[in-house]
Each structure stands twice: as structure tokens, then as C-alpha cells.
């Protein structure tokens, strides 16, 4: 259904990067979950531009909570979180009007929409969206904590810079919850860091890999068809601007494997039924097996570049050249971060309320 | 919706792998399509077993149309095909029944299902139940077919044999779609053959990985959030039994490049805007361009094999192992080819009626 | 979503009057509900046309389970009940193919479907079809049942001729359900039969008016907004064919009231709080009260009689008379009401599924 | 799905009573659709209270348009409209925070929500939350106009005070939709609203019935089962708080007619099939017909009145009084007359949209 996911928990995505407001509603989460405006706001934070390695447009994000939240908890109806656009720069816009940016959404906007498209900024298109995607994940993301849920991504490679892999999952995920720059290796983390500005100083922008592991999932959840873990969780991620490649477990690697290496046998340790690898990512037929979910979401280089490109003016179906103005980020893979974690949130609040009914997630 | 998939165009699955029947419904394909059973059931054979590469149990496939086609064309109304299952040796199951075969679905099965799961044959979740897909996944591929759209997989990947990359996509596709291994390279067919069969020789099994194109979609087709074209396709595409990764373009390794790399400028050529490069897969934006479609699945290898594994018995949650008998596929990612194909084509339909109406793909 | 209906708990229809059967698909239901063959068949047997206020076209009625039941258990997975279609004249349709039915779907399948509707018995649009839903309905009963939930309907009405109230509702469920002409007051089920065999004496056909209690729901179950148990129950009632009315609690008698006659006063007793008065059918706001729901259906006269009319013929589109030859009902309003159940009944599992997940209906 | 309704054109509603804010997202509607707000104001402005025969709390209703509208026209994207709350008297409240009104949806809202609900006013129960469903539905609206389609609902009975019935449909809506108190028959009009405040004096409140007609839809909108126009618009207008009632042409009188009076003749006149009455109000088998869609929808009186009521105090589970404080509607038929036009207008352009794609309505 168009700008909105999700079945039992859902969500509702409205705006444009230059008009008045982005803004989401969620709706379906429990009552009396409590919502914390201070995380709200640190998650927001996570996702704003980072110094030198992103775009000079700089949103205060002040968040207002129009619905659905009373005495500090939810009240069980939609929540409607809206963040005003404050410092824009529409003129920016202008040359791109007509001008395609190659691989942005403008070319495909303006034939979906005959033309009646917002083109500034990306309109609806902008990864500005993602901060009212991230401001109502931030509930979900809570509510999950509180049934003992935790959700962490890390930036697993920039350019041909590999972060380590996840090894103590819960402890990994705890240390990079609050980093601005989300990596398990600090060094490796410089040194992407690096990279980005270099490519900025290009006028080049690059892409990246984000890994995400989910800890502490109750076994038994999601669908065998259509509905299974992997395609609710896939089609949020692939929803989110840029994300280009989505895998689970050992992934795209599984496919070259053998099945007695890939295959995670299962054994009885400590009361409970679990297994010795994780190649499948915590889903085996769709179903969560109780293990850490893990996927890996792939983010192309950001496509606005300063540097000059081949396109089209479609004002008179010209080819011509376009260096593209505007403040533009060299990379979007650290801020995507927070964005990844805030679609599993709530695909996973969607799935868990399925199974276990609406007020679950406030038990 | 659990088993149930799609807006305007959807499809429901139903059935067992040694139940009566597997079968499926799909709904709001535009009346007065021709409905050509002889192309049904060689769709259907193409997803049998072949030779040694595949499993022993080769059922007749004879599928029944049960509702919604009337005089060779569709009514508009819902079309049920059923078919029955035949060949079945559920004896071979009552093993597993209590031990759990190692990344297969018989343990998150047993947890959802709280243990009245039908155990035999994997179930509901058997890939048997792709062959119900694939016949009214045959409706829309002729759907597509009578408005110029396209649709064409091979096997890219076999353990790490490749096949050669699309390069003519029109007449790569019609080549592929006859054939029963379908590559571009017939010596590579060969080559990963082989490999199928030692694998098999050695109890063991293997993955791969599939790329598929469609040609010649309209521009303007799918939605900026949620319904973007990824996100349906990776829904549809990760609730196929064994498929962890699924990309775009040039997908993860997009993930690598700079933007001015990675970047598919804009030409005008013979009245028409398309792009040089096709990194994105045809899609920008969540949005068809008009370019080829071209995304990549990751098959894992069957998680059934003959060679011994550690798993659990959960009669008494001891640790045990397993040698599986029953009869399995070495490699399942030569007859999974023809199911992308049709949830492909069930999913590009769905997108296409809500853009341009039901009526439009009987025009 | 067309012929689907559902959100935790969902029905799919398919099939037509003259085709080779007519099915459903109902999925979401609970793992382990136990499935009783014979109850099925009883709940049919209330459908099947009686003696002579019913039509001569009786079917057998042989309906086959094709999945999701295993050891006379549900499974969790969608079952799919078919009913073939046997007794068929389709010769008696080959004139109103083109001489449209006043009041029946002739026309608006004709202008829906191109003219490639299945035209015969009324296709994809016969009542026939009902026969799957109260199948796969009769499951959903028994499943409530468990939980204590009890659903009765009575004729309340045919033509001027009105069945008393419920009085003891309980105890007047228990004894409608096993009616064939399912009425409170004995001798007004007599008269009603006997006006029903007066009206297809002539030609001609009788409506009515079915009211419905549901028993013994708990409290807090729906949505304030558009899932209201109203609004859901509304929209399964309404897609039932001849159903152009449907109201709750005192329904449109309320609009003529004064609040304070029309309000329900809460009291407490025995450790519960309940209303003195149900003008409202159990539901405020949307939502359950935990008072017994009750609504009224009313059913139109069938279109289809023998009495000469005035119709269109659209080959020529030339004016013209049509007297209905083949099996006709005078009246369907007896035959309707275990429609009315099932539909209820599916309606109310997915709702309860919704708030107290999946698993709640087979603890 | 909880508080968002439609398929291809869908609304989402959000917002408490004495919260922030209400507010409502429509998504589907086509780009370049005119977005006219003096048109929004206007139909707010028919919504709000009139003189004595409506609450004394006025609200400015001034909405702000967050999104999907750019250079005065729709974008594609979704609407967001949000009408803070201004004149709000939450101390008015706290008695009923415990003293549950009978009929109301306090008593189900705190079971519902577990005490997490927001109390004040109705929270989002209240019938304030429908200024949001009018503005967006004023879009609606205005897109079907330019179809040339169009809707007008009168106020066909306050308690037993009955306007004339709709005659020249066409001329007849043009009339009522400039109208603060909507009748055909002013004489009755003024009847209406003594009576209404005759029932304001003793303070009580009174109900009523609307009857709404669209005139000039295209025939073969719709579907046959579950999506068929009667189960839509039931669905949506059940969700408008106090409806309790809804049929279509002649309705529940239909019960009691005989098919040969029921049925509408088809007859061809001036090159168009049309029907000699419209008992059917313009629907057979759930698709439209070309005729106009009647239906009549009935309004309960106001459950929160002066006079006082039994009722429960919670915090004890004690037998207790309420009469209520407060401003409160003696009377919402008139002001609900609005609201029905908008969710009509809404589900329309939603059924529409599935049968002619998504750009028709901007064709």
C-alpha cells in the first residue's frame, strides 16, 4: 500500500525534503510503552551529518509528537511524529528541475508524476523522509528493548575498508548504539572516515556495506510464504534510498557453499535448542530459529556528485552535463545506519504482534 | 497477509508437500488474457527434476484450473489452479518427524506451529509448493509477454562456476526460456553439472546464484516508499524457499564504487531517455527507468543431504545425528530459475495494474 | 484486496456457478484446532436448497480439504476447502447471456469483465459461491466455540411476516443451529414458508431479514477507525450477494431515539460490568463491550424469476422481456443465514487473532 | 489495518481530542490534481457546530497542509493535513476519566488500551477526529468533480421529522452542498432543528438518518466479493463514530418487497442502458451500474448528554450517576452530513483508482 508498511504494526511516511515537514505515523503499537523524547532525539542525532564526511545542511530535527503518546506512554492509538524543514535551500533545485541527476529519483519522479513532482531536494524522494522513519522507529526500537530486543548495525565496509564481523553479539551491539560513526574497530573506522573525505575532496561520494545483527528474538516468528522474516525485513530495507542489495546470514557466500558447511547443525546447550553457526542468519523457512538475526545492507555511493556527469535536459530532450550545486553528502552509509536499525524495529514489532497479539509488546 | 501477496494483482498459496494438493489462487489479472495450458505445463516441467542432478521423486504435475478462465481467456475473477501430489514416500519422514534436519524449516515449524505442523516432506514449507507458483506464475509471464514485457533468468552461479554475464538481453532471454539448465554458456552448463553431480556423489549439496532481466517495462512503474520496485520484488523473491540474498544492479558490489563510477548518466537516443550504464538495474528511486530490470538471487545449497549431521532429537532433547534419507535435490538453483520467473512476473503485474488499471494488461 | 478478506485471519473465494467447482482459502487460522468433517457437512446442509421454498438445483455438496488440515488437526498453514460443481444446467443461461437479469450482476459482470465473464448461473457472482464460505466458516465457528463464543441467527423476517426476538440468547442460539429454517417462533416459520411457497406459486420471489447474536466475546476487540467490529463485519455482510442493508443494536431505530432512551447504563454485577440495555449490539466506539453483538442483514428478493420483465438485450441493444427459465429460490433468506454465520465468524477470528495473537484460538 | 483504510487510495487518521493535533495522511490520490483550500476551509466549516442545535466549543479548524501539495497542486505524494486543537477544556474530563458514559467509548477505550488511553474529550475516539477525514476528503472531493462525479448527502430524518426524498439528483445535490443544515425541504429543515433544540433543553440528545447519492460514476466499479462497492463505503462509514445503520436504495424496505417489484428494469434510452427505478441504488452484485449509488446511514443520538445516567465508577467497580459536564452536540446528524460526503468520496476515488489506474482522476 504505497507509503505505508506493515500489518499489525504499521507505519505511514509523508513529505518532502523542501516542503513544510516530513513525518510518520505509526500506529499499532502497544499501549503503555513508554516513550522517551530524549532517545527520540539521540536517534535523530545519529542520523545528522557528521562533520566533513557529510552535507553542510545541518537540520535541528525539532521533533513534535502530535499523537497518540499521553502522560509519557503510548496510548495504543497511531503516533504522529512531524520535523519541520527549516534550512533549505530551494534554489539549489532549480538547474536540476530539468537537468536528471543520473541514478537519483528525478527522472523516475518526473514521469511517475507527469511532472507534478516537488524536484527540490529529491522531494519525497530525499533521505530527509528517513528522519521521521527514524524519530518513530526510535519508539519501536524501545519497545523491543523492553521485552529484551536488541537491534545494532555497523558500518561492515566502506569503499574496500572492512570493519571486523560481529563476535560477542550482545556486547557489539551495546558498544555501538551510541557511536556516531558505528564501527567495532575504531581503526578501521579512521580510516573510512578517511576515505570519505577523500572522495569528497574529489567530488565523488562512495558507498558502503551495513551489517546489522538482532539479539534475543523469541524462536517461532514470521510466515513460510510471503510473509517470511527475510521478505518483510527485505522489503523495508529495500524502501530505504540507495539500499541496492539485501542478504541474510552468509548470503550471496552461502551460494558457493556446500550444504554440510552451510548448514548450521542444531544442538541442547543450557536448556535450550540452539545451533553452533549461524549461516542462515537466526531464519530457517522464512522463521525466526531463536538465533541473532543478521543481514547486510548494501548502500550505493550517494548519486548527487559535484563532479561533472552526462544527463539529459528533458526540457528539450538535450544531452548536456551536469556538476551538481547544493549541499550533498560524500557518503550516506554511517547515516543510514540508525535508518536500518529503525525499519527492523518495527517489521519486528509488526511480526512479534502478529504472533503474540498487540498488547505484548507493553507486557 | 501470511500466504497471500500483492495489491491489485495477488496470489495466495496453499498446500502440503504430501498433503492432497499444493495449489494457488491468483487474483485481478484483467480478463479476456489467454490462458495457454501447453505453456502451463512446460513452465512446470521446466521446474521438475532433471537426471541426476535433481531428486528422484518426479511427480506428473498434473495441474487443474478450477475457477476463472472460461472459454480459454480469463473471467477476471479469481483462477485456482490445484495440483495433486502423487509421488510421495511420506515413510521417509517419520525420522525427522523428531529429529530436525540442520537449516531446514522442521524446527521453526515445530515452534510456530506448537507441533501440528504436517511434518512430512518439509511440509508447507516444501519447495513443491513453488510448483502451484510457477502455474499461475505462467498467466502472468503470458500477461507480460502480449504487452512486450519480457522476463529471463540464468544460472549466474554454481558453487564458483560462472556463467557469462547478459549481453544482448532480448534474445538472451528468448534464449533461456526453453532450455531445462538454462545458461548462457553452454559450457559452463556443463561444467556446473558436473559439479552437481560429485556433490551428489558425496552426499552433499551445493547453491548457487540466479540473475534475472525484464525487458522493456514502461518507465514510472512502482512507489518512492514501501512499494518501491525492490522492495516488491525482494518480498516476493525471499519467500522462495532457500533464496538469502537478493540485488539489484550491480547490487553489493555498487557498494564498492564511487558515485561518478556507479552513476548511470542519462543519453537521449532515438527519442527516447535511456541510460548508458545500467548499475541501478532499471530502477531509480524504487522506480522503473525503462531499462532492463537485472537483480541477482542467492540460492543457498538444500539444506536436506545424505551426509551425517550433528541436530537434536526433541523427543528428549538429546543431541544426536542425522543422515537424511527421502529422496532431495543435490542443487535446487536450476529448477528455482523458473519460479523467480513467475513471482517476478505475478509481482511486475501488480505494479503495473495499480499504475495504469486492471484493465490494462488485456488491452 | 478483490476476493480476499482479512487481516490476521483471512478468506479467499474463488470459483463459479458452472465451472469445474467453487473453493476458499482461509488462512491465519491457529495451529491444533480440531477440524470435525461432520460439522461441515451439517453447516452445508443448512445452506442446501429445502423442499419447495428452495431451488430444484441441489448439489452434493462433496467438499475435499486440499491442505493446512493434517491428523483432523489445523496446522497453522492456509486450508483450502473445494466443493465441485455437479449438477449444473448451463443451457438454461444461454439466453440471458445477453438478456441482462433486472437486479442481478448480468450487466455489471458484462461491463466489469469485457463480456469474458464465465456468464453461466451468474458465474463468479452465484451464491453458489457460498457454499465455500460457510466451509471454511464452519472451522471458524467451531474455533470460537472453544473459547465459549456462540453465533445464532434467525430469520427475523420474510416479507411482513417477523420471528419474536432473542430473548435468552444463549439458549436461542443453541437452539437455531440446528435448524433448517431457522426461526424462534415455530409458528411464524410456518407462516413464512407458506408465503414463500405463495410468491413462487407466482413467479415471483420474497426478501427478509436475518438478525444475528454473537455470545459471550470479551470485551476491548476492534479498532476506533476503520476496523471497527461494525465496519468489518459491515464489509465481510455486505459481500455477501442480496445483502443491501446491515445495522447494530437497535440500527436505524436508534437514529429516531433520544439519547437517554438509546443509551446503554453501565452497572456492575457479579464482578462485571455489563449494560442494562444493548440498543448499541455489544459494541461502543468500535469496539466489543463484552455484551452479546447483534445485527440485522437485510436480504433483497431474489433477482432472478420467472414473472416476465423488462430488460435489455445487448447484442442489439434493443428493449426486450426476459421470464427467468432454469433453478430458481423464491426466496434465500433461510439459506443465507449460515452465510451470515461464517462470514461473522471469519470476521471475529481475525479480529480476536489481532488482539491476542495467533495462537489465542487453539489454546 | 487499524486506522488507515483503502487500497489504492488509502487515508490514515490520527490525533486525540485534546491532544496537539489531528491530522490525516491520504495517499494514492493522482499528481496534478487542484488542491483548492479555500474548498478544504469550506467543507470544514459545514462540519462545525451551528448555533444552539451544536456544541459551544468552536474551533478555528485552521489545517495546515504538511505535504503532497506543491505549486497548488497534488503531487502524487502523500497529503498530510493536521488541524491543531485550540479550545480544549480538559478539566471538563476528569470526572469521566472514571465515570464511564454509557455509550460511549470510554468503558471500551480503557479496556482496550489498558488505561493507557487518552481520556480527555473522547481522546481518539472523538468525533473532532473527523475535521481531519473532511479535510483530506475535500481533495476527494474535488478530483471526482473534475470526473464530472458528484455526491450531496441531505439529512433525511431527526427523529421522526423526514425530509422529501432526493428527485432531481443532479440538481438536488448542487442545492445541499452549500448548506450549513442540509435538507431538501426547508420547512422540514426548520422542523428538524426545533426539535433538536427542544431535546438540547431538556438535555437530552436526539439521532437521525442521512441519505447520501453519488450520481454519475461509470457502470463496473467494484468487485464481486469483499471489495464490492456496498462492503467499501460500509466499512468507511462504520467507522464514523455514532453511525449504527447502513443500506443501499431501497434498502432494509427491500426485505420486504417481492422481486418482481424489487428488481430494476433495464431499458436503453439515448444510446445508454439505464434501469426504470434504483431499488438497488445503483449497485448490482457489488458493482456499479451507472446509476446513482444511494445509500442511507443512521446516526445514533449523542451519547454524552446533560440528563443523568446510570453508569459504573472503575476506580471501585461501584453503581454510580453521571450527568454529563462538558459541551456536548445535542444533535451531530448535520454536522455528519460532511463526514459522510468525505469517506464516500475517499473509498470512490480508491475504487476508481484500482479499476483505471492511478492517473485517471488527473486525466
Known amino acids: ?38 532517545f527520540i532525539a539521540s536517534q535523530l ?42 534550512n533549505t535551500h530551494s534554489s539549489d533545485y532549480d538547474e536540476t528541475r530539468f537537468k536528471m541527476r543520473p541514478s537519483h529519483a528525478d527522472f523516475t519522479a518526473n514521469v511517475k508524476y507527469n511532472g507534478f513532482e516537488d524536484y527540490r531536494g529529491g522531494g519525497h524522494f530525499s533521505g530527509r523522509v528517513t528522519a521521521a522513519l527514524v524519530a518513530v522507529g526510535a519508539i519501536a526500537i524501545s519497545a523491543l528493548r523492553e521485552k529484551g530486543i536488541i537491534i545494532g548495525t555497523h558500518i561492515s565496509k566502506i569503499a574496500d575498508i572492512s570493519d571486523r564481523n560481529f563476535e560477542n553479539i550482545e556486547a557489539d551491539i551495546k558498544a555501538l548504539n551510541d557511536m556516531q560513526f558505528a564501527v567495532l574497530d575504531s581503526q578501521k573506522g579512521e580510516d573510512m572516515q578517511k576515505k570519505i573525505n577523500e572522495v569528497r575532496a574529489e567530488g565523488d561520494s562512495v558507498g558502503g556495506v551495513l551489517e546489522t545483527a538482532v539479539c534475543c528474538i523469541p524462536a517461532g516468528v514470521g510466515e513460510p510464504w510471503f510473509d517470511s522474516v527475510e521478505s518483510m525485513l527485505s522489503h523495508a530495507l529495500f524502501s530505504i534510498p540507495a539500499v541496492k542489495g539485501v542478504e541474510f546470514g552468509a548470503g550471496f557466500s552461502l551460494a558457493q557453499m556446500t550444504g554440510s558447511v552451510a548448514n548450521d547443525p ?71 545506519r540508525v535508518v536500518v536499525d529503525s525499519v527492523a524495529a518495527i517489521t519486528l514489532c509488526d511480526l512479534l504482534s502478529a504472533k503474540f497479539g498487540t498488547d505484548w509488546m507493553a507486557k
Open 1 to 38: 500500500m504505497k507509503n505505508t508498511f506493515g500489518n499489525n504494526v504499521s507505519v505511514t511516511l509523508f513529505g518532502e525534503s523542501h516542503g513544510e515537514a516530513v513525518g510518520a505515523v505509526i500506529d499499532g503499537l502497544a499501549a503503555g510503552i513508554e516513550v522517551n523524547t530524549d
Open 45 to 86: 542525532n545519529l542520523r545528522r551529518p557528521v562533520g566533513s564526511i557529510s552535507t553542510p545542511r545541518v537540520e535541528k530535527d525539532n521533533f513534535k509528537i502530535l499523537s497518540g503518546v499521553f502522560e509519557g506512554k503510548t496510548t495504543g492509538t497511531p503516533i504522529c511524529i512531524v520535523i519541520p524543514n527549516e
Open 266 to 336: 542444531f544442538e541442547f546447550v543450557e536448556g535450550k535448542i540452539v545451533t553452533k553457526s549461524n549461516n542462515n542468519g537466526g531464519i530457517n523457512g522464512g522463521i525466526t530459529n531463536g538465533m541473532p538475526i543478521i543481514f547486510r545492507t548494501a548502500i550505493k555511493p550517494t548519486p548527487t556528485i559535484a563532479k561533472e556527469q552526462e544527463t539529459v535536459d528533458i526540457r528539450d530532450n538535450s544531452n548536456t552535463v551536469l556538476a551538481a550545486k547544493g549541499r550533498h553528502d560524500p557518503c550516506i552509509v554511517h547515516r543510514a
